[in-house]
């Protein structure tokens, strides 16, 4: 008798265990999804604005966007297609999207600060050579 509870409850622990292991998976697998979409739709984005005027730049930029996230144009479609009927998920996806962004958009204002800051530093570097 005591050996049916003892093989219940480890039957019992191995099913919720599954259960959890096998839901983290899951979300695992489904943030991965989300982090490859996203950082396609976020340089994707960036690129659209820097070639704005630049249609054919942009295309080529693109389409190298799309090759670095092994996605393809149809791909971005159907992945928009699944969440048509759920806009929660679609909020959670948006939400990686948007954190992706304004990392981006931050990392590229630190960069422009460098870039400047060095660009002073050499004008004002030769300013002073000049003088002397």
């Known amino acids: 008798m ?3 509870i003892i093989g219940v409850l480890v039957l019992a622990a191995l099913i919720v265990t599954g259960y959890l292991w096998i839901r983290d998976w899951k979300e695992h697998r489904l943030q991965i999804e989300y982090r490859r979409y996203a950082g396609a739709i976020t340089e994707t984005s960036v690129a659209a604005e820097l ?3 630049k249609k054919d730049s942009f295309s ?3 389409d190298s966007i799309l090759r670095k996230y092994n996605v393809t144009a149809k791909e971005m479609l159907d992945f928009k297609e699944r969440f048509k ?3 929660e998920e679609w909020a959670v996806f948006w939400k990686y999207v948007t954190d992706m962004t304004d990392s981006s958009v931050k990392w590229w204002q630190e960069e422009l600060r460098k870039r400047a800051k060095i660009s002073a530093d050499s004008i004002r570097a030769k300013v002073q050579s000049d003088s002397i």
């Open 85 to 87: 009927d759920d806009h």
């Open 51 to 53: 070639y704005r005027n």
């Open 60 to 62: 080529v930029v693109r």
């Open 2 to 4: 005591i050996w049916r």
